[in-house]
């Protein structure tokens, strides 16, 4: 086992294994390809290693032994703090520049640790700038009437926004200095007391993740792709977003692409085959849209804190971030990561549901690496489970009189069902 790297001269990657390179805008993957893995805080080393198991059982069931993910470990948060005497090791970000794709458990930052949030400062340091989320029902119980109707993928910005983080405190010398400045400036008016922030949407920003939108889109045949905006009122900042997008979409992919407003003008609302309609919904609209009807959206491209919003009001459609799949990508790094936290209270007890981080993984091996047969088998594992009603406890409290598995013994079960799916 390779010791964690606390340094980049520490790094050292195992002795089995190659790297997965990028090249010509792809990964290029070996058949035993070294991933980068961060266990994490809490419930994450439990959940963390039981997807790996899932995973690598899906693997040796799609390839028959041809093939076999490499992992290597990292370190973030506490263990980092302990083995390195700082929570975000230098060690782990080179490392992670090195294997390219990485997976991790949820993060806690402790108070005093000089983050606001250290999944937030990996995504910065790395220049993860996509958010990729998709939402998707597996027949576990969820509040929607049309939960069976929701499959889309969300691409959220990353790095701007009100994430950022640009902001000062009511009367502090800073916040007093910009409001006397835009008086003076520009005259406009704002109260002493305010708290400041600033909200940066830069059309670089926005056009590479338009982009990677838009390749996703075309890669999976996706037939909308929608984008998100309070342009209406923030003309720009989100309806700069939204302009810009749209400029992607009819300068950069003009053979693949048909706006609303052609679809009118040209084809009489008849959309051409094999096209993507690219068009675009006012925030507080969308929030509604997907609640009332989810069948006309399949990938929501949208800013830094409309994503995170609609993210999580997307996932509630199906019973909750405990199912969201995540995956932080830029140009040639990603990873995948769930979005609830460390459950603290759970951690050790083997009760915590794995499920959002085996989600996260699949996505990453499936989409990036291009081993399609993995994602396929994890997600019929799932269906198959949860329609056997053998779940932990998180979904059995919404299934009366089931007896919930631990999540070792849930773990087991989507190997088992793995092992019967026939590819």
Not at 23 to 36: C, F, L
Not at 234 to 258: H, L, P, Q, S
Request: glycine share 8%; charged share 25%; aromatic share 8%.
């Amino acid at each position: 086992m390779s010791k964690i790297p606390c340094t980049p001269e520490e790094i050292k990657l195992p002795a089995e294994g190659e790297l997965i390179r990028f090249e010509n805008g792809r990964y290029v993957v070996p058949d035993k390809p070294i991933i980068a893995y961060i266990e994490g805080d809490g419930i994450g080393p439990e959940i963390v290693n039981h997807s790996m198991k899932v995973i690598n059982a899906a693997v040796e069931k799609a390839y028959g032994g041809k093939r076999k993910i490499i992992w290597y470990e990292l370190a973030a948060g506490e263990k980092a703090q302990h083995l390195c005497g700082e929570l975000l090791p230098k060690g782990t970000l080179e490392a992670i520049k090195i294997t390219k794709l990485a997976a991790k458990g949820p993060l806690t930052t402790p108070v005093g640790g000089g983050f606001r949030s250290l999944n937030v400062a990996i995504r910065m340091a790395l220049d993860l700038y996509a958010n990729i989320r998709p939402v998707r029902f597996y027949g576990q119980p969820a509040p929607s009437k049309y939960a069976d109707k929701v499959d889309f993928v969300i691409f959220r910005e990353n790095t701007e926004d009100l994430y950022k983080g640009v902001e000062w405190e009511m009367g502090s010398e800073e916040a007093l200095k910009i409001i006397n400045f835009v008086k003076k400036e520009f005259g406009v008016n704002l109260r002493e007391d305010s708290g400041i922030g600033i909200k940066p949407i830069s059309e670089f920003a926005t056009k590479r993740l338009a982009r990677k939108a838009l390749q996703w889109a075309i890669k999976n045949k996706i037939p909308t792709v929608t984008i998100m905006h309070k342009g209406n009122i923030m003309k720009y900042t989100e309806g700069a977003f939204r302009r810009w997008a749209y400029e992607v979409a009819v300068n950069e992919f003009r053979d693949y692409i048909v706006t609303e407003q052609e679809l009118w003008e040209k084809y009489n609302g008849q959309m051409p085959e094999g096209k993507i309609l690219v068009n675009d919904r006012i925030a507080d609209n969308m929030l509604q849209q997907i609640i009332t009807r989810p069948w006309d959206y399949k990938m929501i491209v949208a800013p830094n804190i409309n994503g995170d919003y609609i993210s999580d009001e997307a996932n509630a459609l199906v019973g909750g971030i405990g199912m969201a799949a995540g995956l932080n990508a830029g140009d040639e790094m990603a990873v995948a990561e769930p979005v609830h936290g460390t459950a603290p209270k759970y951690a050790g007890k083997d009760v915590a549901n794995p499920t959002a981080e085996l989600l996260s993984m699949s996505l990453m091996v499936s989409q990036l690496m291009d081993w399609k047969e993995v994602g396929y088998l994890v997600e019929e594992a799932l269906r198959r489970a949860i329609k056997d009603r053998k779940v932990t406890q998180d979904l059995t409290r919404h299934m009366p009189g089931v007896t919930p598995l631990k999540a070792s013994e849930f773990r087991d079960a989507l190997i088992g069902y793995i092992e019967e799916i026939e590819l």
